[in-house]
């Protein structure tokens, strides 16, 4: 057998150099992108299994794509969309196996990889494995198809050549202050701050009379003012005389945190919360139910969480668990990784408490009608143990045909029936008791209202004489009464809904003078193309508009498109100056009296691609810093320069101190008078390179200085000592370019 690299030939061996292997190997590569018979794009997958003993399947998870093994032997089988199986008859020898998979699309991304890979039993057990995957950017035909976006040398180099380090003026911080006037004297920092009621009617103003020895703040948020200015002044012992004043230009400045596709601890969220206080964020969108699990106790419902909140193989109404989906390895009862975990009813009460210490609003989302799976299946589950169908979400003999935006055909709740409005109120009930005992106001719940995949309810006899009773002739009516009778219930309970745009967007006036007064706020993310005018309809319907844009605000997107850069690309790349960018009147222009409606800015972290605490922190540092500059100050404050500068020198060694994971550019490479010259985002750090094509690692050749050119591929990376970058690839260059 030929192998398209050295590892799977290393794999090949295993066998033969382990007399006693203990758990299995799994290795995948992909052997390129191509063209399929069907003249469309396709790439070969290959997982080698090392297992000493015989297994009856090989089953992984991916992102959902048409997918057929090459091997006669071989058959594949959709568990649920994103989660797959292979079995074979080559599997009972226990030996090393190769299994080719014809996939559909293109590569480009190690996130489009499958992960949580595992193997079956013969008993159907799963078997956890050591899963290895290649480094796809071995060759350019492993991550491109004609179109190759990996950021190259040059083009880094350009970039971070125009971010020079430049002078900060003394209280330069993120978000920075409106005004600041130096004095130009250092005085000793006091002990205490003078705290004094003021007249200014904008709310969360101050101003800060720093001089004669003494720090003097007139405000109407002491703990705001104080926060700010205890960013400002870090661990000085001496201060710069002088005269700050600020305040927020939005009410909303939050940031979405997604637990239901993979699973955070509430010690991270701590650790989340923490960096929001830091950078004046004050609204936590807490994303704990979707069609991947369900993450918060709710009492009365026990399923939501001991079926919701569990993932394995393989899952389903009758396993008492949801399959699993994005990673793991097969166990629902595995405690490592992210699959597995849900928020108790104390924890909830903690973060609220915690929350509430720091400024922050939480507000947690319950999506509904759609993007329901882990509702449904944990409700009928409930239904199959107890008889008890008060809280059914579908109707059972419904055959709809549908497809969701996450390739799901059986994710959204029936509105014709009693039980979704039912659950919701159940849910919303629990969730204000959980407010109450925590002595901190519930200010909305976000009910979702996004992405009712066309069709849904087409093929529910219940749903179609519901809307023959009522004269309807659109299925999208169910989802308004839907919302509708929601907030009917809502309202009597005093509590506020929060939703996406579809809640507010291309309705009736009769629809919005029903629903507006009890919406609390209205994310809209969809911007692209033809979608542009969501936020400013939103805005001019009347509707308090969060903007949620996904092209400057959507913090899980790839920081560009290396192929190994963690984060999805659908919505295209953001950095931390696609955020620091996304100036509100640009994004949504509106007249004077809608413009009374954009209440905020709120970034979004949806969850499909990361997999740690730690990988977490790396999609919000340093991105979030441009969202919070942005959320407090509307209008142009720092240069990409200096706030590149304010980063670098004022908050990593923070991030540093607190043992926070941080994400770090790629060096830039080019050949300039041929010589090899090198540059970093922030000058100072440490890059390691190669000459002969292979991955750069700290035991590489530290970059000095300027080097003669040979010819060939460098490849190098850049470090701090706390946070490496990933590989920059400065392909060979021939004469003349």
């Not at 290649?134 to 180099?157: H, K, L, N, S």
């Not at 193989?313 to 097969?330: C, D």
């Not at 959204?412 to 919701?424: D, L």
């Not at 984060?567 to 509106?590: N, Q």
Request: proline letters at 7%; charged letters at 25%.
């Amino acid at each position: 057998m030929k192998f398209p690299n050295l590892a799977a030939a290393i794999l090949t061996a295993l066998p033969l150099c382990l007399s006693a292997q203990t758990e299995p190997l799994v290795h995948w590569e992909t052997l390129g992108n191509t063209t399929g018979p069907d003249g469309k794009p396709s790439y070969t997958q290959r997982f080698t299994v090392v297992s000493d003993t015989p297994f009856s399947r090989l089953a992984f998870n991916q992102f959902a794509r048409r997918m057929q093994t090459l091997n006669p032997a071989d058959t594949l089988i959709e568990i649920v969309p994103g989660y797959y199986a292979v079995a074979s008859s080559r599997f009972t020898a226990g030996d090393t196996v190769i299994v080719d998979i014809a996939t559909a699309a293109t590569l480009r991304s190690i996130c489009y990889a499958p992960d949580g890979a595992h193997l079956v039993d013969m008993s159907g057990n799963p078997v956890a494995v050591k899963y290895t995957r290649a480094d796809i950017t071995e060759r350019p035909e492993f991550y491109a198809d004609g179109v190759d976006q990996m950021p190259y040398g040059r083009q880094i180099f350009a970039k971070n050549e125009k971010l020079g380090e430049v002078t900060l003026d003394y209280y330069d911080i993120v978000p920075s202050f409106k005004q600041v006037q130096l004095g130009g004297k250092i005085m000793n920092r006091p002990e205490e701050i003078e705290f004094v009621p003021t007249s200014d009617p904008r709310p969360d103003y101050f101003k800060a009379v720093i001089a004669d020895g003494k720090v003097r703040v007139e405000t109407n948020n002491a703990t705001l003012a104080l926060d700010r200015l205890n960013h400002a002044f870090g661990s000085r012992v001496g201060l710069m005389e002088a005269v700050i004043e600020d305040w927020p230009d939005f009410p909303y400045r939050g940031l979405m945190i997604d637990i239901s596709r993979n699973y955070q601890t509430p010690e991270q969220l701590d650790r989340i919360l923490t960096l929001m206080n830091r950078y004046g964020l004050n609204v936590l969108h807490f994303h704990v139910a979707d069609d991947e699990a369900w993450r918060l106790e709710i009492p009365g419902l026990p399923e939501l969480t001991s079926v919701g909140s569990r993932r394995g193989y393989p899952g389903g109404v009758e396993a008492g668990f949801l399959p699993q989906i994005f990673a793991g390895n097969g166990n629902p009862e595995a405690v490592e990784g992210t699959a597995n975990g849900y928020f108790t009813r104390q924890d909830y009460i903690n973060m609220l408490r915690r929350a509430d210490e720091l400024g922050i609003r939480v507000i947690p989302e319950i999506e509904s009608p759609g993007h329901a799976r882990a509702a449904i299946i944990a409700m009928e589950r409930r239904l199959a143990d107890t008889g008890d169908d008060t809280y059914r979400l579908i109707d059972p003999d419904d055959v709809s045909v549908y497809t969701s935006a996450q390739s799901f055909h059986d994710n959204v709740m029936n509105p014709a029936i009693p039980g979704p409005v039912r659950f919701m109120t159940k849910v919303g009930e629990e969730i204000k008791k959980m407010h109450d005992e925590a002595g901190v106001p519930l200010a909305a719940i976000h009910i979702g209202g996004d992405e009712v995949a066309k069709g849904a309810w087409t093929g529910s006899p219940i749903a179609k004489d519901y809307m023959e009773r009522n004269g309807m002739t659109n299925e999208r009516y169910l989802h308004l009464v839907y919302i509708r009778e929601l907030l009917d219930n809502y309202d009597k309970m005093g509590i506020p809904v929060s939703g996406w745009q579809e809640i507010a967007v291309g309705h009736s006036d009769e629809y919005n003078a029903r629903v507006r007064p009890s919406v609390y706020s209205v994310n809209c993310w969809s911007t692209l193309g033809g979608e542009s005018s969501v936020p400013s309809r939103s805005a001019h319907s009347g509707y308090p508009t969060v903007l949620s844009n996904v092209d400057h605000f959507y913090l899980d997107m790839c920081y560009n498109y290396h192929p190994d850069e963690r984060g999805l690309t659908w919505g295209g790349t953001v950095d931390e100056f696609d955020a620091l960018h996304g100036y509100p009147a640009r994004l949504c222009p509106v007249d004077s009296v809608a413009a009374r409606n954009i209440i905020g800015i709120s970034g979004q972290v949806f969850a499909e691609a990361i997999r740690s605490g730690a990988m977490l922190e790396t999609y919000l540092l340093p991105k979030m810093l441009g969202l919070a500059e942005r959320a407090w100050n509307a209008d142009s404050t720092y240069t990409d320069a200096k706030f590149n500068t304010v980063i670098k020198m004022r908050e990593i060694p923070e991030w540093q101190k607190r043992g926070y994971a941080y994400h770090l550019a790629q060096p830039g490479i080019d050949v300039r008078d041929g010589k090899v010259v090198m540059n970093t985002i922030y000058p100072g750090l440490r890059m390691h390179y190669t000459t002969d094509g292979t991955r750069p690692t700290a035991e590489s050749p530290l970059y000095k200085e300027p080097f003669d050119y040979s010819g060939g591929e460098i490849r190098a990376i850049a470090t701090d000592g706390s946070a490496t970058s990933l590989v920059t690839i400065l392909p060979e260059i021939k004469d003349g370019e």
